[in-house]
């Protein structure tokens, strides 16, 4: 009787190490198929990194570098300021409605076009009506990021259309968003599936935002919003906030290939943080040793790389030491932003 217990007590033993072993398996290839070149899911809350993949590779922002715009838009121009439409910034390439020349809009109309639709006219026409030009507002979108900690960062551009020395990081971007929800008006348009605007002129524009999470049905009312951005140089790129669990959490994604592969990283990113938050899993820290055609101020080589594999579930991922402390380091001091409350003109 006692051999027959014996034997049993191994069955089950063996049966619960293969399932475990496989559900293991199962819950980790998700972040395997994660093809950004860069992305990072932080804890709102405490700043505790739950992924990140290459998160401090400078890559050009694209339109994501939106979110800093509005910031400073929104501490310098009371939203009901009108705004003319320069010959200039209709004649900046965007996607559509085309701005043109001479039309009128509020500043709040122009931030729903830039956020809501991406508008590169939107952006510059802001710029202009902050600084002159986009050269010297660009002035003020560094000094904004540097009084926020920020040091992997910097922008020439309000639109995010490419320039030389134009870069972020995934986890920097991921704090930019952080303190751009401050603005309850960011917070509001970012959130905003469709709007209908109408210029001083009488033209009306009904613009759709470019965010498909937030009608995405798998996801419910989970999705807070967030921005989008592509350029050849940048691919594909997101950062957005959801709650879950009564947390936020923060995805920014980098260097996606397509706008389809971007969808699918972020919902993975989403499954994976949840098994994070639920104790399933532990949080990935990867450094991978990437070749891509991107601009950075640094390529990772193997030298700087342990011969450690990440939890031995992929070849080509490697764990650098030195970086994993330096990341898990900044994420004890999270939000690097200073803690003075930022109050917008809403």
Same mark, same amino acid.
């Given at each position: 009787?006692?051999?027959?217990?014996?034997?049993?007590?191994?069955?089950?033993?063996?049966?619960?190490?293969?399932?475990?072993?496989?559900?293991?398996?199962?819950?980790?290839?998700?972040?395997?198929?994660?093809?950004?070149?860069?992305?990072?899911?932080?804890?709102?809350?405490?700043?505790?990194?739950?992924?990140?993949?290459?998160?401090?590779?400078?890559?050009?922002?694209?339109?994501?570098?939106?979110?800093?715009?509005?910031?400073?838009?929104?501490?310098?121009?009371?939203?009901?300021?009108?705004?003319?439409?320069?010959?200039?910034?209709?004649?900046?390439?965007?996607?559509?409605?085309?701005?043109?020349?001479?039309?009128?809009?509020?500043?709040?109309?122009?931030?729903?076009?830039?956020?809501?639709?991406?508008?590169?006219?939107?952006?510059?026409?802001?710029?202009?009506?902050?600084?002159?030009?986009?050269?010297?507002?660009?002035?003020?979108?560094?000094?904004?990021?540097?009084?926020?900690?920020?040091?992997?960062?910097?922008?020439?551009?309000?639109?995010?259309?490419?320039?030389?020395?134009?870069?972020?990081?995934?986890?920097?971007?991921?704090?930019?968003?952080?303190?751009?929800?401050?603005?309850?008006?960011?917070?509001?348009? !970012? /959130?905003?599936? %469709?709007?209908? &605007?109408?210029?001083?002129?009488?033209?009306?524009?009904? *613009?759709?935002?470019?965010? =498909? +999470?937030?009608?995405?049905?798998?996801?419910?009312?989970?999705?807070?919003?967030?921005?989008?951005?592509?350029?050849?140089?940048?691919?594909?790129?997101?950062?957005?906030?959801?709650?879950?669990?009564?947390?936020?959490?923060?995805?920014?994604?980098?260097?996606?290939?397509?706008?389809?592969?971007?969808?699918?990283?972020?919902?993975?990113?989403?499954?994976?943080?949840?098994?994070? !938050? /639920?104790?399933? %899993?532990?949080? &990935?820290?990867?450094?991978?040793?990437?070749?891509?055609? *991107?601009?950075?101020?640094? =390529? +990772?080589?193997?030298?700087?790389?342990?011969?450690?594999?990440?939890?031995?579930?992929?070849?080509?991922?490697?764990?650098?030491?030195?970086?994993?402390?330096?990341?898990?380091?900044?994420?004890?001091?999270?939000?690097?932003?200073?803690?003075?409350?930022?109050?917008?003109?809403?």
């Amino acid at each position: 009787m006692n051999n027959i217990l014996r034997y049993l007590f191994l069955f089950f033993l063996f049966y619960f190490f293969i399932n475990s072993s496989l559900s293991k398996a199962e819950i980790t290839s998700n972040f395997e198929n994660i093809e950004a070149i860069s992305a990072v899911v932080l804890d709102g809350s405490t700043g505790k990194i739950l992924f990140a993949k290459n998160p401090h590779l400078k890559i050009p922002p694209a339109s994501t570098v939106k979110l800093v715009t509005a910031m400073v838009v929104l501490d310098r121009l009371p939203l009901s300021k009108m705004i003319v439409i320069s010959k200039n910034a209709s004649q900046t390439p965007s996607v559509s409605p085309e701005l043109y020349e001479g039309e009128i809009y509020t500043v709040r109309d122009l931030l729903y076009l830039m956020l809501m639709k991406s508008s590169n006219q939107a952006a510059v026409a802001l710029a202009e009506a902050v600084a002159g030009s986009e050269e010297n507002f660009s002035v003020l979108m560094n000094k904004k990021i540097y009084s926020l900690g920020l040091r992997n960062s910097h922008f020439v551009t309000s639109s995010g259309l490419p320039a030389s020395n134009q870069y972020t990081t995934s986890y920097e971007l991921a704090i930019i968003f952080y303190e751009a929800l401050k603005y309850p008006l960011i917070k509001e348009i !970012i /959130n905003t599936p %469709i709007k209908t &605007i109408i210029s001083e002129n009488g033209r009306v524009l009904i *613009i759709e935002n470019t965010n =498909k +999470l937030l009608d995405d049905p798998e996801l419910g009312n989970h999705i807070l919003g967030g921005k989008t951005g592509f350029t050849r140089a940048s691919k594909h790129c997101l950062v957005n906030g959801v709650f879950l669990q009564n947390k936020l959490l923060i995805i920014s994604i980098l260097g996606s290939p397509s706008r389809q592969s971007l969808w699918k990283d972020a919902k993975n990113l989403i499954d994976f943080a949840k098994l994070v !938050i /639920n104790n399933k %899993i532990t949080p &990935i820290y990867m450094t991978t040793v990437t070749s891509t055609n *991107i601009l950075v101020s640094k =390529k +990772l080589s193997s030298k700087n790389c342990s011969k450690r594999y990440v939890k031995k579930y992929h070849k080509k991922f490697y764990v650098s030491k030195k970086n994993h402390k330096r990341i898990v380091k900044k994420s004890k001091k999270f939000p690097l932003a200073k803690t003075n409350k930022i109050r917008s003109k809403s």
